[in-house]
């Protein structure tokens, strides 16, 4: 679902900046493939430069493919990580909850340890 998301956003987004940049004639993105080329390279963060939006318009766009887009790749990667590694959120959540668990239990000795060390000063 993400990956749809991505690329329709880029679609729509390469649409909307041709469209307006075909009438600048500073335009650097002329053909659909220049407009989806910029839009892929922008949602990646690569950022070439070698097509960029001129108008206002187009730089609007590029600024809402920046913001969703970076969004959009950051799950599509984090998806593809818990997949390389096998994790899953509550292998996760399992992990954390045992790691919390040993450290209060670590916790607890200590305190076992200073009450003890209390007691056998009373007895004293």
């Not at 690329?7 to 220049?34: C, H, K, P």
């Not at 913001?67 to 997949?83: E, H, M, N």
């Given at each position: ?9 880029m679609s729509i987004t390469s649409v909307v900046v041709l469209q307006a940049e075909t009438r600048s004639v500073d335009a ?97």
């Amino acid at each position: 679902m993400t990956a749809f998301v991505a690329i329709v956003l880029m679609s729509i987004t390469s649409v909307v900046v041709l469209q307006a940049e075909t009438r600048s004639v500073d335009a650097n993105i002329a053909t659909g493939g220049d407009a989806f080329w910029w839009a892929f390279v922008t949602v990646t963060t690569v950022g070439y430069g070698d097509h960029y939006p001129v108008t206002g318009l187009g730089r609007l766009m590029a600024m809402i493919l920046m913001v969703v887009g970076v969004g959009i790749f950051g799950v599509l990667t984090s998806y593809l990580s818990a997949t390389f590694l096998g994790t899953t959120d509550t292998e996760a959540d399992t992990y954390m909850e045992t790691v919390q668990l040993e450290a209060d239990m670590a916790h607890l000795k200590k305190e076992m340890v200073a009450i003890k060390e209390m007691l056998q000063e009373l007895k004293e």
